[in-house]
């Protein structure tokens, strides 16, 4: 029975492998962020996609992001994104566009100082972190110009949608090389 298990995993994996398409993109670019008291971030994110078919590929891709505040000159906002999404090819082109939907976990530090008076959340220049851990639900377009067989340029927009803490939200600008596998 164990020997039926291993032969049907081995042919499972090698059917798997062999009929797919893996890719790795490795990114970096601009955040921005939704809060006005936020300045211009920028973050790097490595991909790694698998096609399902010709239209549709799924991809889970991580990265760090940072960005800081207007009143001074540090990057001290900082998040980690994991993200798990598909990728829907509008045309096969040799420019391919595409549209993006994400789920996002995310977590991250950030300084902020209470306000007793109003009882709202300041951001600005400040010794206290927190800490936070969130989630959200992202999408996107973006746009595939093959170099050769196996390399493409891969410009993406992508914009947070839904978070537990707004202050999160963002638009992300990346610019990446794709490498087939």
Do not use: C
Request: hydrophobic share 40%; no cysteine.
């Amino acid at each position: 029975m164990k020997k039926l298990i291993v032969v049907l995993l081995l042919l499972f994996s090698t059917s798997l492998f062999s009929q797919s398409k893996f890719s790795v993109i490795i990114s970096s670019g601009a955040y921005f962020p939704n809060s006005s008291s936020f300045k211009l971030g920028i973050g790097g994110l490595l991909s790694f996609n698998y096609d399902i078919n010709k239209d549709f590929s799924i991809f889970l891709t991580s990265g760090f992001a940072t960005w800081g505040f207007k009143n001074n000159h540090e990057y001290d906002t900082r998040i980690i994104p994991v993200i798990l999404g598909t990728k829907y090819n509008l045309s096969r082109s040799n420019i391919t566009p595409y549209l993006i939907g994400e789920l996002q976990v995310i977590s991250g530090q950030f300084d902020y100082l209470d306000d007793p008076n109003n009882d709202i959340m300041n951001f600005s220049q400040s010794n206290t972190k927190s800490i936070f851990l969130d989630y959200g639900i992202g999408v996107g377009a973006g746009l595939k110009f093959p170099l050769s067989n196996s390399i493409a340029i891969d410009f993406a927009n992508s914009i947070l949608l839904f978070s537990e803490n707004a202050n999160i939200l963002n638009i992300r600008t990346m610019l990446g090389l794709k490498y087939n596998l």
